[in-house]
């Protein structure tokens, strides 16, 4: 289904209401890594419940809608992904915080 991007979105000043409390929650948790850890976890299984359960059944089932799709996601920003730290980046970014740093002849 095609949508004029001039037109205003419905949902975004939902949407925008939402981020800011989600954002206002996380201040408030801030320096308390286990409650940060937490919103991150349920971004992630909210983030994957919406992607497996609302979008990609809709998907569009003729070439000409998917193309629409496809040229939007290119347009505006792709598929929309939330990012894991790797471990080790963590591990380094701990050592680094607590004065460790890399040995550079390793």
Do not use: V
Request: net charge negative; with cysteine.
């Amino acid at each position: 289904m095609e949508r004029d991007h001039n037109a205003p979105n419905p949902c975004e000043a939902e949407l925008t209401r939402l981020l800011a409390a989600l954002l206002d929650l996380a201040h408030q948790q801030e320096g308390d890594s286990l409650a940060t850890l937490n919103i991150l976890r349920s971004l992630s299984a909210t983030h994957a419940q919406i992607r497996d359960d609302l979008f990609l059944p809709h998907l569009p089932t003729t070439r000409h809608d998917l193309a629409n799709l496809l040229r939007d996601m290119e347009e505006t920003g792709g598929w929309p992904f939330i990012e894991r730290m790797r471990l080790q980046a963590l591990l380094i970014n701990l050592d680094w915080q607590m004065g460790i740093y890399p040995d550079p002849e390793k």
